[in-house]
């Protein structure tokens, strides 16, 4: 587990590459802002998580299923995760700042990411 990634992974720099062609202009894991966000847009008020659909059981996804194995171990570990994720969406949202999720299967259709971005990002 040591090798898995927080930032920087595949499906987070795809949609960086692609915000950053279309424009727009982001901080990265911002310790000030609830929950750590992947990308901060501090002007709009926005945030993007890039959630991986393992670690943060994409439900209906394929990869967010849970392992039959050791389920002891990763159901408690999981549900961890979701708990944190729904406290940061909600802190977030007290606090003015409205949030996009972005899961890791969507990024592997990057028109149907871009429109859903620029659907977020430019409404006001």
Known sequence: MRRIRSKDTA???AVRRLLHGMGYRYRLHRKDV???PDL???GRRKVIFIHGCFWHQHAGCREG???K???AYWLPKLERNQARDK??????AASGWDALVVW???TKDLNASARKLRNFLDQE
């Open 40 to 42: 901060i847009f501090a």
């Open 87 to 92: 406290a940061a969406l909600e802190h977030l």
């Open 69 to 71: 194995s050791n389920a």
């Open 34 to 36: 609830p929950g750590k």
């Open 11 to 13: 499906p987070e720099m």
């Open 104 to 106: 890791e299967c969507e």
């Open 65 to 67: 299923r849970l392992p």
